[in-house]
């Protein structure tokens, strides 16, 4: 095999007396960097590629980073950073706060504060705040970029051969780079349903922060987390909501969270359609869309009755795909799942591909939870794997996560539906008590679904928590302290032995002494 490029340049440049069978071992770093212009190639700047990146370059490693957004079907994109940053965690958490401090503006005054005249929100403030600080993250990533040395092209990257890919950027201007080792972390975008009307008229989540005007009577289409998590900010932020539900809502978590937490989006104004699914939108007038619908009746013998309604906008968070189709991965030998369109990673290390030198980090990865921390995390430890001798492995299992809904939900663990099928039902306690934080009170807030519970095991030495689960106020907070707990190994009856903080919400946990099993009333009552 010729060399054909060298480590300093952009273009390639022939060096025929260069050939393997005639390289000695001290030089096959060197030939290797004279073959391949990198030592790795990342393919996408989210979080998880942008962790890899910085990890492998402060490992001495000559690396570039490849990102380029392609535009929603709205025209709208965004800079390097990744979904999190951009259109995901950051600015979905910045409005969620926005609408919790509707909120305390609103119950302010049981607490003597005299807010005099209306209270009114401008959605362009907030939206043109919460889009000047993402673009602040977007430059400190560039710059963090060159102080580590990595090479970032703005460009569409694509495997043209194994070794090879071809970047293309937004002036259609292609050049070939290569490597000798090559990360996919490209994540995914969301996917809109194949009905009328549905990619001209509707938005999603990468269009919704962004919005030029005020969303209006909103429909929300899904019950995912996105899908709750937007749907209740909207309705914080005082515009009317509705969200359509094809079967269940937070399909992978507990369902008993699932059904506290729509309830109490339910009495906090959010109009939830259930057992329906869109048929159709068309445009109606400069700002309004109607929408049609089908209702399945499971009282009526599953009768399907169609039904239409004027909305603003319509937001789409029906699932996302993943962004592998034009990558030219099977040409290559690189294995994707044929259902999910994600990257298939090995038993043993699942960041592995079937091409021993291209990895994947991410939402791109089959079997691989869809969070920042995870791609975050296993981003750094694949390349501490790949260039610095390490055999540490990501571990998938126990992996925290918080749904940012208006009452906000943590969970570690197993849901009790997935530890009774694991472990049978017999073998399982539920823990659980329904509380009143204490900030709820004056103020006479909703706090019927507050609620937490530990799904334990029965063994000879106690009860083994398998599963935690938390519904509250800052929820995040305090699920994240618990997570370390769940990781160790602990026993309820190590949890109970713990003194709580006094008055918190996070101390109802250690105090949690009623069982499902029981019957007894669950709910907490003085201190």
């Known amino acids: 095999r010729t060399c054909t490029t060298n480590i300093t340049g952009d273009s390639a440049r022939p060096c025929p007396s260069h050939r393997l069978e005639t390289v000695s071992k001290r030089d096959v770093c060197f030939l290797a ?3 391949c212009g990198y030592h790795c190639i990342v393919i996408g700047g989210g979080s998880g590629g942008l962790a890899c990146s910085k990890e492998a370059a402060g490992l001495g490693k000559k690396v570039a980073v490849l990102d380029y957004v392609q535009p929603s079907p709205q025209g709208s994109s965004w800079g390097l950073g990744g979904t999190c940053v951009n259109v995901g965690c950051i600015p979905k958490k910045l409005m969620h706060q926005a609408s919790l401090a509707g909120q305390v503006i609103k119950t302010s005054s049981k607490l003597g504060w005299n807010i005099s005249g209306s209270v009114e929100h401008d959605w362009a403030t907030l939206c043109a705040n919460v889009n000047n600080y993402v673009r602040s993250l977007n430059w400190g990533y560039r710059v963090q970029l060159k102080d580590k040395s990595v090479d970032y092209i703005n460009a569409f990257g694509s495997f043209a051969d194994a070794h090879t890919v071809t970047a293309v950027d937004k002036k259609q201007n292609k050049r070939e780079i290569t490597a ?8 995914g975008r969301p996917q809109l349903p194949n009905i009328e009307g549905a990619s001209e008229l509707g938005i999603s989540s990468d269009d919704i922060f962004t919005l030029s005007s005020p969303p209006g009577k909103t429909l929300v289409v899904g019950a995912s987390y996105v899908a709750l998590e937007c749907a209740g900010f909207l309705s914080g932020l005082g515009y009317d909501t509705s969200v359509m539900v094809r079967s269940i809502c937070l399909r992978g978590f507990d369902q008993g969270m699932a059904g506290l937490i729509s309830s109490h989006m339910e009495r906090e104004g959010t109009r939830f359609l259930r057992n329906s699914t869109p048929l159709r ?8 869309i109607l ?19 004027v909305f603003n906008t319509v937001l789409f968070a029906t699932g996302r795909r993943p962004s592998t189709e034009s990558l030219g991965l099977e040409a290559i030998g690189v294995e994707l799942d044929s259902r999910s369109g994600k990257l298939l990673g090995c038993t043993d290390s699942l960041e592995q591909t079937s091409v021993g030198h291209i990895s994947a980090v991410g939402d791109v990865l089959q079997g691989c939870p869809e969070l920042t921390p995870v791609a975050i995390r296993s981003g750094k430890m694949l390349a501490r794997r790949m260039f610095a001798g390490s055999t540490h492995q990501m571990d998938y299992n126990l992996v925290p996560t918080t749904v940012f809904t208006p009452l906000e939900y943590g969970c570690v663990g197993l849901s009790e539906e997935d530890a009774i099928r694991q472990h049978g039902e017999a073998e399982i306690e539920v823990f659980h008590a329904y509380y009143r934080p204490l900030e709820y009170s004056v103020t006479d807030i909703d706090h019927s679904s507050c609620y937490t519970k530990l799904v334990c095991v029965r063994e000879a030495a106690g009860h083994r928590i398998v599963g935690f689960h938390f519904l509250g106020p800052n929820a995040g907070e305090v699920t994240q302290g618990f997570a370390l707990s769940m990781r160790l190994g602990v026993m309820y009856e190590q949890l109970s032995d713990c003194v709580g903080i006094h008055p918190t919400c996070a101390e109802e946990i250690v105090k949690l002494t009623i069982t499902k099993s029981s019957g007894l009333d669950a709910t907490v009552t003085g201190c």
Do not use: I, K, N
Request: glycine share 8%.
């Open 291 to 309: 929408v049609t619908w089908l209702t399945t009746s499971p009282d009526s013998g599953d009768a399907v009755t169609e039904h239409s309604e």
């Open 281 to 288: 939108l068309e445009r109606r007038g400069e700002s309004e």
């Open 180 to 187: 000798d080792r090559f990360v996919v972390c490209v994540g």
């Open 33 to 35: 960097l004279c073959l």
